[in-house]
C-alpha cells in the first residue's frame, strides 16, 4: 500500500516534536526571559505615563506662563500709560510755571525800567531848570549890568518900577 501523505497534514510524530519543542521554548522564556521583557514593558508604559504627565504639566505651565505674561503687559502698558499721563501733566505745570515767571520777570524788568526813566527824566528836568536858571540869571546880569551903565536907564527903570508900585 502506497501511502499518499497529503501536504497539508503534517505526520503524528512532527507534531509531537514540535510540540515538545514549543513547550520546551516556552517554559525557557517563562523561566528567564517572560520576566525581563514583562519588566521592560511595564517599564516602558510608565516611561510614556510619565512622559505624557510632565508634557501636559509642562503645557499647563505654558499656559500659565502665558496667561502671567499677558498680565504683566496688561500692568506694564497701564504703568506706561500712567507715566506718559504724570509726564504730560508735568510738562504743562513746567510750562505754565515759566510762563508765569517770565510774566513776573518781564513785569519786573518793565517796572525797573520806568522807574530808571522817571529817575534820569526828573535828573534831565532837573539839569534843564538848573541850565535855565543860571542862563536866566546870566541874561540878567547882563541886562542889569548894561542898564545900570547908563545912569539915565537906570533912574527911568527905578522910576518907573516906583509909578508902578504906586498905582
Given at each position: 500500500?502506497?501511502?499518499?501523505m497529503?501536504?497539508?497534514?503534517p505526520e503524528?510524530?512532527?507534531?509531537?516534536?514540535?510540540?515538545?519543542a514549543?513547550?520546551?521554548?516556552?517554559?525557557l522564556?517563562?523561566?528567564?526571559a517572560?520576566?525581563?521583557?514583562?519588566?521592560?514593558?511595564?517599564?516602558?508604559?510608565?516611561?510614556?505615563?510619565?512622559?505624557?504627565?510632565?508634557?501636559?504639566?509642562?503645557?499647563?505651565k505654558?499656559?500659565?506662563?502665558?496667561?502671567?505674561n499677558e498680565?504683566?503687559?496688561a500692568?506694564?502698558?497701564?504703568?506706561?500709560?500712567q507715566?506718559?499721563?504724570?509726564?504730560?501733566v508735568?510738562k504743562?505745570?513746567i510750562?505754565?510755571?515759566?510762563?508765569?515767571?517770565?510774566?513776573?520777570?518781564?513785569?519786573?524788568?518793565?517796572?525797573s525800567?520806568?522807574?530808571e526813566i522817571?529817575?534820569?527824566?526828573?535828573?534831565?528836568?532837573?539839569?534843564?531848570?538848573?541850565?535855565?536858571?543860571?542862563?536866566?540869571?546870566?541874561?540878567?546880569?547882563?541886562?542889569?549890568?548894561?542898564e545900570?551903565?547908563?545912569?539915565?536907564?537906570h533912574?527911568?527903570?527905578?522910576?518907573?518900577?516906583f509909578?508902578?508900585q504906586?498905582?
Amino acid at each position: 500500500m502506497k501511502i499518499i501523505m497529503n501536504p497539508l497534514l503534517p505526520e503524528l510524530g512532527l507534531v509531537v516534536w514540535m510540540s515538545v519543542a514549543f513547550l520546551v521554548v516556552l517554559f525557557l522564556l517563562k523561566k528567564f526571559a517572560w520576566k525581563g521583557i514583562i519588566k521592560a514593558l511595564n517599564d516602558r508604559e510608565e516611561f510614556i505615563e510619565r512622559s505624557l504627565k510632565s508634557a501636559e504639566e509642562a503645557k499647563a505651565k505654558m499656559s500659565e506662563l502665558k496667561s502671567d505674561n499677558e498680565k504683566l503687559l496688561a500692568e506694564a502698558r497701564k504703568e506706561r500709560e500712567q507715566i506718559l499721563k504724570e509726564a504730560k501733566v508735568m510738562k504743562e505745570q513746567i510750562l505754565s510755571e515759566a510762563k508765569i515767571t517770565a510774566t513776573q520777570e518781564g513785569d519786573r524788568l518793565i517796572s525797573s525800567a520806568r522807574k530808571e526813566i522817571d529817575k534820569e527824566k526828573n535828573q534831565a528836568l532837573t539839569d534843564i531848570k538848573k541850565q535855565v536858571s543860571e542862563l536866566s540869571i546870566a541874561v540878567a546880569e547882563k541886562v542889569i549890568r548894561k542898564e545900570l551903565s547908563d545912569n539915565s536907564a537906570h533912574e527911568a527903570l527905578v522910576s518907573s518900577h516906583f509909578d508902578q508900585q504906586s498905582n
